[in-house]
């Protein structure tokens, strides 16, 4: 789709919260095949402009929205997400429905069973509409795959909505789904949350079985919500730790329910204020000014709250840059390609999974050694503080394309690799590191800039503490964004 055929910004939507939708669904007041079908009329009226969606599943979606009603009709017991649609990654493996992965590089397979986290919602009553775009093997901070059309920022047609959960965000934030799960390795709910203007968590490492940070090596995904309230995001968060957890560790229970947390709104808290990044070693870090602006009505809406904000003084090991790109992209080495599959690639993944190649075990076995240092040395920093406040991302919305029209024009595929990781860095310099640390942390809007995009603050939790994140963001919300 050229330029000149994109369609105006999507308004934002005008259906029930999330958690609106529950209450009605909860007391039969509409019916789980209304609100299926109402979003699937969305889908299809949207997602041809926006590639939000890289497959619709309607037909399944009613199947399962029929057999949801039948069970309220028999009146058995509901799941606490009782008809409620949502869709997931294709990165996620839902029985039926074909897996690309974002790459053309190897052939979609078709699952026979769910992947943990589809069993985890679908047990609870949640019905998948489809899987959304992602980048390819999820490696990125922008959705744009040789897979399908891009995905595209509502706010923006132009830009895009972020990644690698930049489908799912999109979908949100143009009214296509109430609210998603997403998964978070350097940012990847949190960035497209905040390009798009919803409520993006990243929860502690250990908190959500079915996406506990504990499977990959450098211990960095886990899965969280995208939502347009903080509510809805704590909704969602209930039904995703309520899985089997087959972790030696986890994240520490909480007293009350994390939609429960968001709903009381309480708490006053000491936060630390930063704009270093981790990234400033190597890169240099210079925020746009609508990001600066962003930060400032953070610090505005979070003072008017009664909460105690200070400059905080820290540091950080300035072997990280390389460390994290190191560890990030080892699993690449591993990836097994059909002959001349390397040539179906995008430039990025191509240009790591050489260098993952070329490593050898002594430079990853050292590279997490820093991380895991890294990792003590700015938790003890940050626990000085309640919570850390930055800005969600240095940039706003990048335009679609901009990171694969980086770097050489001579065909060096692998500077134009690097120059593309170098600007997601630049663009996003403060997310990944908190995925190192294991930490909870969430993305709230705070200003809507003239063009109408969306910028936002990234507020980092103590270990274990999500629901004091969601308190604090739905006490921003009480402070429109201007």
Sequence with gaps: ???????????????????????????????????????????????????AFLLPTPEAALKEAAAAD?????????????????????????????????????????????????????????ISLGKTQVPEFGLSSYSENFAGAPARNPLDPECSPGGSSGGSAAAVAAGMLPFAPGTDG???????????GL?????????????????????FVVAGPLARTAADAGLLLDAMVAGPN???????????????????????????????????????????????????????????????????????DPRYPEAFQTVWTASLANLELPAGAEAKLTPLTAAVRRRALRRTGAELASALDILRR??????????????????????????VGWYWNSGSEDGDTDARGM?????????????????????????????RTPEGLSMGIQLIGRPGAEAQLLAAAAQLEQYPQK
């Excluded at 968590?201 to 079915?210: D, I, S, T």
């Excluded at 630390?272 to 190597?282: D, E, K, M, Q, Y």
């Excluded at 593309?420 to 995925?435: G, L």
């Design 70 to 126: 039948e069970r309220f009709a028999r009146g058995e017991p509901l799941g606490m997400l009782h008809g409620m649609p949502l869709a997931h990654k294709d990165l996620t493996d839902v029985a039926g429905i074909p897996t690309s992965l974002g790459t053309t590089a190897l052939a979609p397979y078709t699952p026979a069973e769910d992947g943990p986290l589809p069993a985890v919602l679908r047990r609870a009553g949640a």
């Design 186 to 196: 350097g940012g990847s709910i949190r960035i497209p949350a905040a390009a798009t």
């Design 1 to 51: 789709m050229s330029a000149s055929t994109l369609p105006g910004p999507v308004p934002p939507p005008a259906d029930p919260t999330a958690l609106q939708w529950r209450d009605r669904l909860a007391s039969g007041e509409v019916s789980a095949r209304e609100v299926t079908g109402h979003y699937l009329r969305r889908i299809e009226e949207l997602n041809p402009a926006l590639g």
């Design 374 to 399: 890294f990792e003590e040395d700015t938790i003890r920093a940050y626990s000085a503080y309640d919570m850390i406040l930055t800005p969600a991302l240095g940039m706003t919305p990048r335009p």
């Design 246 to 316: 087959h972790h030696a560790t986890s994240a520490a229970p909480v007293a009350e329910s994390f939609l429960a947390a968001a709903q009381r709104a309480a708490g006053s808290f000491r936060i630390g204020v930063s704009t270093l990044s981790p990234f400033a070693s190597r890169l240099e870090i210079i925020l746009d000014p609508e990001a600066a602006e962003a930060l400032d009505a953070g610090i505005r809406g979070l003072t008017a709250a009664g909460h105690d904000l200070v400059e905080a003084g820290l540091s950080y």
């Design 199 to 219: 409520i993006g968590l990243k929860p502690n490492r250990g908190r959500v079985p079915a996406g506990a940070g504990q499977s990959d090596l450098g211990q």
């Design 419 to 447: 120059e593309d990781y170098e600007r997601q860095c630049r663009y996003s310099p403060y997310t990944s590191m908190v995925n190192v640390c294991g930490l909870p942390a969430i993305t709230v809007p705070t200003l």
